[in-house]
């Protein structure tokens, strides 16, 4: 089986996006620190799992994150969910700013380009 394994510069890309992405938030309660922020565009890109947890005679719904390791996901996933990251940060957190500045931007602090 052919495999496209994952970029580390794509992977820095994520976390730069993360960070610069936590550092323009204006209340940070919702998100103390960037792998909190981290968590949550697991969820809200669809990357977790769904079960039922039955407590004290309630079901309950339990998203849980998946992993974004090398080792549990491949390049391709990794690039769909990073596009996925940049829409709902664009949408819901740099209002006024494009994907494509926001790439820009990315790739000067990472140092893929000047």
Not at 73 to 85: G, I, L, T
Not at 100 to 105: I, K, M, Q, V
């Amino acid at each position: 089986t052919l495999r496209r394994p994952r970029n580390l510069k794509h992977h820095r890309l994520f976390w730069a996006l993360a960070s610069l992405c936590w550092e323009q938030m204006d209340n940070l309660d919702d998100y103390p620190s960037v792998e909190d922020l981290v968590t949550e565009l697991k969820i809200v890109t669809g990357h977790y799992t769904k079960r039922f947890v039955n407590l004290d005679g309630k079901r309950y719904t339990v998203l849980t994150p998946k992993s974004i390791s090398f080792a549990s996901m491949e390049q391709p996933a990794f690039e769909e969910f990073f596009e996925k990251c940049c829409q709902w940060i664009v949408a819901n957190v740099l209002p006024g700013v494009t994907q494509e500045e926001l790439r820009d931007e990315l790739e000067v602090m990472v140092g893929i380009r000047d």
